[in-house]
C-alpha cells in the first residue's frame, strides 16, 4: 500500500508540472497579453512599456521558471485588476467553493447510493421506474433553470431561503441542491448496475449460502464490490464541481473560485486565470488520488497487484 | 429415518414459451455419512435439485415436493428464517467455480469466520482456530498467514481447497458439492476427489456430490442416482450400476468413458447421438426414446416407450426408469476401474 501511494503521488506531481506549463503556454500564444492588458486605446508606447513593466518581452521559458519559483513559494503574484495578491483572492474564494462542492457532493452521494440500491433490489418495479426518471430529469435539466426555479419556489415564493450571497450556510442549501442534483444521476445509474452485476455474481451464492442474513449478503458482500467504480465517479464529480461550478455560483451570487476564474477571464487578469486554472487542476490530481487510494482500500486486487 | 429424504421433487420456471419443467418428480435420500452421486449432462436439472435442497433457487422458479424433510423436518414448512439457521449449518455447499464464488473484497479469514459467527458457534478467536484447524486439513500449508491472504493471491485448486474448508465450517449434517473439480486441472481434480472421500468418511458427513463424469463417480460414491431431463432415470449402489447398468442412457453415459488399456487406441471415441428433449411445456412417454439405441435398432416396441416409465425396482436398491430395463442390449460398456 506504501509503495502504491508513492508510486501515484509521482504520477500526480508529473501531471501537475505538465498543466501548469501547457496552461502557461496556452494563455501566451493565445495573443499578445501586453495589447490585451493595455486596452484598445493604449498606444504604442504604453504598450510597450506595459511590456517591459510586467516582464513580457523575456523568453517565455524563463518567464515560465520565474512564475513557476514564485508558485512554489505559494506567490502568484499580484491581480492585474483588484489591489491584492492572487494567493489573498483565492484563500478569500476557496472556502466558498469547497463548502459548496463539499455539500453538494455529500447530498448527491447520500440520495444516488441509496436509491441506486433500491432500485437494483427492486428491479423494474415502479422505485426502479421512479429513480430512472428522477436520473433522466436530472440529466436533462440545465442546472441554471433547475437554481433558477428553486430560487422562485424556495426564495421567492416561500421565503425560506435566501436566492443569494454566501454570508451563512443558509445560503448554501439551494445552490448545493441545484449543483448536488447535476451529479446525482450518472452515481445513481452506476450504482444501480453494479448492484445488478454483483447481485448475479457467484460469492453471492456463496454468502447466501452460508445462511447469512439478506442484509449482511446486500451490505457487505454486494455493496462493498458494486460501489468501487462509484468512488472514482464521485472524485471526478466533485472535481467538476469544485472547477465547473461557474453557472452556479452566479446564479446564486457566489463569490466562489469559478466566478473569480471567470471574472478573471473578462478582464485580461492574467496571474489570477493562469492560479485559478493551476488550483483546479490540483484538485482534480488530489481527488483522482483520494479515489485511487479509496479503491485500493476497497478492492485489494488493485492493491497487491 | 434418512438425513435428507425427497419424494417428487419438482422445480418449474417460467420463461418465455412458457413454462421450463426443469427437475419432474425426483425422490432421493441420503443416509447420513453417506456419499451420493448426482450424475447427468448439462440441463439434467441436477444443479436445480441442488439449489433447491438448499433453498436458493431464484426467486422467480416455483418449487413443489411431495416430501423434503432434513433430520425429520419438513424444510418446505420452515420460515425463511428458520431456514437460513440451517443453511450453511447443517447443509453447506461447495460451489463449481472456485475462481468466482469468493468475494474478491474480502480476506480468506474474513470469509471463513463468517458462518461460525453467524450461526453463533463461538467467538472470534474460536473461529480463527477453527479457520486454522481446517485449512491445515484440507492440506494448506502456512494457514495462519493464508487467513489474511486475498482470493485473488490463491490458485484454482487452492480455492477450492478453501471452499471445502469454507463448507466445513460449522460441521454439516450434508455437504452438496455441484461439479467442485469441472473447472480444475486433471491432476488437482484428483486430489480435490480424494480430500473429499477422505473428510468424507473421517468427519462421517453425508454429502450429495453432482458431477457430469461418470468416471469420477465410480471412484468415491457409495450410491448413484443418474439423471435425465429432469428426473432420476436409474439409481443403485455404485458397484451393482457398474456392474450391470439398465437404463440405456446409463449404458450409453458408460460408453462414452476411455479406458486406458481397454479403449484400442486410434478407435472413434463413443457419443450419444441427439439432444435432450425440450422440458418446455410437458414431457410425454419416455423422456429418452428420441435417442435410445433399443428404439433406433428396433430391439424394442417403440410404441411402449411412447407411455411414461415408471421409476422400478429392478434387484435390491438398483431402480431404473425403462420399460426394456431388464432387455440386454448389445451396447459395449467398458468397465471404469473401481476403486478399492
Known amino acids: 500500500m506504501g509503495t502504491f501511494i508513492v508510486r501515484r503521488l509521482l504520477v500526480a506531481l508529473g501531471v501537475a508540472l505538465t498543466i501548469s506549463v501547457v496552461s502557461f503556454m496556452l494563455l501566451h500564444l493565445s495573443g499578445d497579453l501586453a495589447t490585451s492588458i493595455a486596452g484598445p486605446e493604449a498606444t504604442a508606447e504604453q504598450v510597450a512599456q506595459i511590456r517591459t513593466e510586467y516582464g513580457l518581452d523575456r523568453p517565455i521559458v524563463s518567464q515560465y521558471l520565474d512564475w513557476l519559483g514564485g508558485a512554489l513559494q505559494f506567490d502568484f503574484g499580484r491581480s492585474y485588476y483588484y489591489q491584492s495578491t492572487v494567493v489573498e483572492l483565492i484563500v478569500e474564494r476557496m472556502p466558498i467553493t469547497l463548502t459548496l462542492g463539499g455539500l453538494a457532493l455529500g447530498l448527491a452521494v447520500c440520495i444516488s447510493i441509496p436509491l441506486g440500491v433500491v432500485a437494483a433490489l427492486k428491479r423494474d418495479s415502479w422505485v426502479d421506474r421512479l429513480a430512472l426518471l428522477f436520473a433522466v430529469v436530472g440529466q436533462a435539466m440545465p442546472s441554471f433553470w433547475f437554481g433558477l426555479t428553486l430560487i422562485v419556489v424556495f426564495a421567492v415564493t416561500l421565503k425560506w431561503l435566501p436566492a443569494a450571497g454566501s454570508g451563512g450556510l443558509e445560503h448554501f442549501i439551494l445552490p448545493a441542491i441545484a449543483l448536488g442534483y447535476y451529479a446525482t444521476p450518472a452515481m445513481m445509474r452506476l450504482t444501480r448496475t453494479g448492484m445488478l452485476e454483483v447481485l448475479e455474481s457467484d460469492y453471492i451464492r456463496t454468502a447466501r449460502a452460508k445462511g447469512l442474513s439478506t442484509t449482511a449478503v446486500i451490505f457487505k458482500h454486494a455493496l462493498r464490490n458494486a460501489i468501487i467504480p462509484v468512488v472514482a465517479l464521485a472524485a471526478v464529480e466533485l472535481g467538476f464541481m469544485l472547477g465547473g461550478s461557474v453557472v452556479i455560483e452566479s446564479v446564486f451570487s457566489l463569490g466562489g473560485l469559478g466566478q473569480l476564474a471567470w471574472d478573471a477571464i473578462s478582464r485580461n487578469d492574467y496571474p489570477v486565470v493562469q492560479a485559478v486554472v493551476l488550483i483546479i487542476a490540483l484538485f482534480y490530481i488530489v481527488l483522482t488520488l483520494l479515489a485511487d487510494i479509496a479503491n485500493a482500500a476497497l478492492d485489494p486486487r488493485i492493491r497487491t497487484r | ?340
Do not use: W
Request: with cysteine.
Open chain 2, 1 to 340: 429415518m434418512p438425513l435428507l429424504d425427497v419424494q417428487d421433487l419438482r422445480v418449474d420456471l417460467p420463461v418465455e414459451a412458457g413454462t421450463l419443467h426443469a427437475v419432474r418428480g425426483i425422490d432421493l435420500s441420503v443416509e447420513r455419512g453417506e456419499m451420493l452421486c448426482l450424475v447427468g449432462e448439462s440441463g439434467c436439472g441436477k444443479s436445480m435439485t441442488s439449489l433447491a435442497l438448499m433453498g436458493l433457487l431464484p426467486r422467480r422458479a416455483r418449487l413443489s415436493a411431495g416430501r423434503l424433510d432434513f433430520d425429520g423436518e419438513s424444510l418446505t414448512a420452515l420460515s425463511e428464517r428458520r431456514r437460513g439457521q440451517l443453511r450453511g449449518r447443517r447443509m453447506a455447499m461447495i460451489f463449481q467455480e472456485p475462481m468466482t464464488a469468493l468475494n474478491p473484497a474480502y480476506t480468506l479469514g474474513n470469509q471463513l469466520c463468517e458462518a461460525f459467527l453467524r450461526h453463533r458457534l463461538g467467538n472470534r478467536r474460536q473461529a480463527r482456530e477453527r479457520a486454522i484447524e481446517l485449512l491445515e486439513r484440507v492440506g494448506i500449508s502456512a494457514a495462519a498467514e493464508r487467513l489474511a491472504q486475498y482470493p485473488h493471491q490463491l490458485s484454482g485448486g487452492l480455492r477450492q481447497r478453501v471452499m471445502i474448508a469454507m463448507a466445513l465450517m460449522c460441521d454439516p449434517d450434508l455437504i452438496i458439492a455441484d461439479e467442485p473439480t469441472t473447472a480444475l486441472d486433471v491432476t488437482i481434480q484428483a486430489q480435490i476427489l480424494r480430500l473429499l472421500r477422505d473428510l468424507q468418511q473421517e468427519l462421517g458427513t453425508a454429502v450429495i456430490f453432482i458431477t457430469h463424469d461418470l468416471g469420477v463417480v465410480a471412484r468415491i460414491a457409495d450410491r448413484v442416482a443418474v439423471m435425465y431431463a429432469g428426473e432420476v432415470i436409474e439409481t443403485a449402489p455404485t458397484q451393482a450400476l457398474y456392474a450391470n447398468p439398465s437404463h440405456p442412457y446409463t449404458r450409453g453415459l458408460l460408453s462414452c468413458i476411455p479406458a486406458p488399456g481397454k479403449t484400442p487406441p486410434g478407435s472413434r471415441l463413443q457419443a450419444i447421438p441427439g439432444v435432450v428433449p425440450s422440458l418446455v411445456g410437458e414431457v410425454e412417454g419416455c423422456a429418452f426414446r428420441n435417442r435410445c439405441p433399443l428404439v433406433r435398432e428396433g430391439q424394442v416396441d417403440a410404441a411402449r416407450c411412447e407411455r411414461t416409465p415408471e421409476l422400478r425396482q429392478l434387484a435390491g436398491a438398483h431402480q431404473a426408469r425403462c420399460h426394456y430395463a431388464e432387455h440386454r442390449a448389445a451396447t459395449r460398456v467398458v468397465q471404469p476401474e473401481l476403486s478399492p
